[in-house]
């Protein structure tokens, strides 16, 4: 990774995908990071700048615009962990 | 194999429509088939205890005569896409007991068609492998050789095939997930072209590169299989209105004429050259049907690996943000704070791999490496296109290369390196960041008895085209059957 300390480098992006690590296992992802990062700077041999490619862009069809039936709030909620009033319940948000 | 268990979905047919043999049946002894040898393999995470019923139902709609076309074939569903009422787990830990409240578009009409759902199969976590030792259940085995991966993702899909579980599976493919244990496992494996199948109901890993495709014995089960899915749906936004060609009337068209081309690329460093050697001489053997056979370029192949882990890790970095265990699957909630939940969560109920994924995926969008790695991969990603669009402007039909760079590896052989892991994907990668169509189809044994396949790769909605090249593969070379399983020695496969 180009950041002179891979394992802080990870804890870094860790946090930000919300992603708790073994303190253990952090310098095996670091050093394996490392290595896919380096293999991936191959990209860097090319300079070409043509426009980015998705494989659908030409039409994105929209259907019409008409109200459909959608899943009911009992199905929505059928998988949750905890669910309580017809809502999805969890922990406290505020003061963390 | 004796009996229903490894006939294709056409004898299996002809058999229910001259009654020699009812759907329930045709169920039973899949299912039996399942209990006996699935032990060994691993390849079915769950059967769906309700197949029997709904075959029972396949069978009243026969005598009716309003059975549809795939009245009675059972076909084996990879755990990433989701079964009304019977759970589907991504192989992973942090869905286990999701039970889905619906169909995915593809299995509803698979469904519709007739077919009846016996088993979900073994997958790396979320797709995110290429040997199906990524599951949080365990390792699948190629029925080959049970010391050897079958590939993956979809390897339980193509495992169970070749196994005789089904004449039909069901696998995704976002860089190779279909094709690559589709080789390794000696069966059929074809990746439509992206929008060809609605991905509704398909668990999300790279929403740009997804496809669900069949897994079959023949190349007439994958058309008759496609078939069935193709064709636009109100619930996935990408999927094509393009017309729906007919997949199984054009099988017999042949190769007289076509013009095939041999992408230098795809048959020099890094591929077995036993496999390119093997794949050459399909070429010959085209070009004795008619073909006219020519060397062409894919000039910047080599990138497709980098770019390919870069988009794909970027996109399910994004898609597997929603496993935070607040509407489905596990939740650990540790201290009552949602923010720990969260993180507690997904680091107990993802696996290394995936991790590793949302990492790099994290990495290449986060703040100051945007351009420098999703951007640049996006960029080449359309000059790889491009590669493409030059070679079937120039009017090539139908380009062959191998499927796979070796043939199916050890367990254990590469999960500690996922970088060597990750060049598995070499051939398969570039047709899915292209989005053109690609099928995988059986073309011999090597000199250690594991399957070698061909990789024929078409322009956009070419898959009838696909498909009629891939029959007279098969016709050449023949279907490659495992060796016995029960207590037998490995010995040779063979073909019929």
């Known amino acids: ?96 | 194999m004796s009996g229903i268990a490894g006939l294709d979905s056409g004898e299996i047919l002809r058999l229910i429509r001259e009654q020699q043999v009812s759907a329930l049946e045709v169920v039973r002894e899949c299912l039996a088939r399942v209990d006996t040898m699935d032990g060994r393999i691993h390849a079915v995470l769950r059967l769906n205890p309700r197949a029997e019923d709904e075959a029972r139902s396949q069978d009243r709609d026969i005598h009716a005569s309003r059975a549809g076309p795939l009245a009675g074939i059972p076909v084996a569903v990879k755990d990433n896409l989701l079964t009304d009422g019977l759970e589907t787990t991504c192989a992973s830990r942090i869905l286990s007991g999701f039970v889905p409240t619906r169909d995915a578009t593809a299995v509803a009409r698979l469904k519709a068609a007739g077919a009846v759902v016996i088993c979900k199969t073994n997958l790396d976590e979320f797709a995110m492998g290429s040997s199906t030792e990524n599951s949080a259940f365990g390792p699948t085995r190629n029925p080959w050789d049970l010391e050897r991966v079958p590939g993956g993702s979809s390897g339980g899909s193509a495992a169970a095939v070749a196994a005789g579980f089904a004449p039909m599976a069901l696998g995704s493919d976002t860089g190779g997930s279909v094709r690559q244990p589709a080789a390794f496992c000696g069966v059929v494996g074809l990746k439509p072209t992206y929008g060809r199948v609605s991905r509704s109901g398909l668990v999300a890993f790279g929403s740009s590169l997804d496809q669900i495709g069949p897994i079959t014995a023949t190349v007439a089960d994958a058309a008759r299989a496609l078939a069935a899915m193709a064709g636009p749906d109100l619930l996935d936004s990408t999927s094509s209105p393009a017309p729906v060609d007919d997949y199984i009337g054009s099988l017999d068209g042949g190769v007289k004429g076509m013009r095939i081309g041999l992408p230098r690329e795809y048959f020099g460093e890094g591929i077995d050259s036993e496999i390119a050697g093997a794949v050459r001489h399909a070429a010959e053997r085209l070009e004795g049907e008619g073909a006219r056979v020519e060397e062409v370029s894919l000039p910047h192949t080599r990138y497709a690996i980098p770019t390919y882990y870069l988009i794909a890790t970027a996109e399910a970095s994004s898609n597997l943000a929603r496993y935070d265990g607040v509407r489905f699957g596990m939740r650990l909630d540790p201290r009552g704070r949602l923010g720990e939940m969260y993180r507690a969560t997904r680091g107990a109920g993802f696996g290394a791999e995936v991790k590793r994924r949302i990492l790099l995926g994290t990495y290449a969008l986060s703040a100051g490496y945007r351009d420098a790695f999703y951007g640049k991969a996006q960029r080449v990603r359309a000059l790889l296109r491009r590669d493409f669009e030059i070679v079937f402007d120039s009017g090539v039909d139908v380009l062959l290369c191998p499927t796979t760079p070796t043939t199916a590896f050890r367990v254990g052989a590469k999960i500690d390196d996922p970088l060597a892991m990750y060049l598995s994907d070499i051939c398969t990668a570039t047709p899915s960041l292209a989005g053109v169509p690609a099928i995988s189809v059986p073309i011999g044994l090597s000199s250690s008895h594991l399957p070698i396949a061909a990789q024929l790769i078409g322009g956009d909605f070419s898959e009838a085209l696909l498909l009629r090249t891939a029959a007279v593969l098969e016709r050449l070379f023949g279907r490659l059957i495992p060796p016995a399983p029960e207590g037998a020695a490995p010995g040779p496969g063979r073909r019929t």
């Open chain 1, 1 to 96: 990774m180009p950041n002179s300390d891979p394992p802080h480098e990870v804890a870094r992006i860790a946090r930000l995908a919300h992603l708790e690590l073994d303190p253990e296992a952090a310098p095996r992802f670091a050093s394996q990071l490392s290595a896919i990062l380096d293999y991936v700077a191959l990209l860097d041999e090319l300079v070409a700048d043509p426009p980015m490619g998705g494989p659908c862009e030409p039409r994105l069809p929209l259907r019409a615009d008409e109200p459909i039936p959608s899943l009911s709030r009992e199905r929505s909620l059928a998988n949750a962990p905890d669910a309580a009033g017809g809502h999805f319940r969890v922990p406290r948000v505020l003061g963390e």
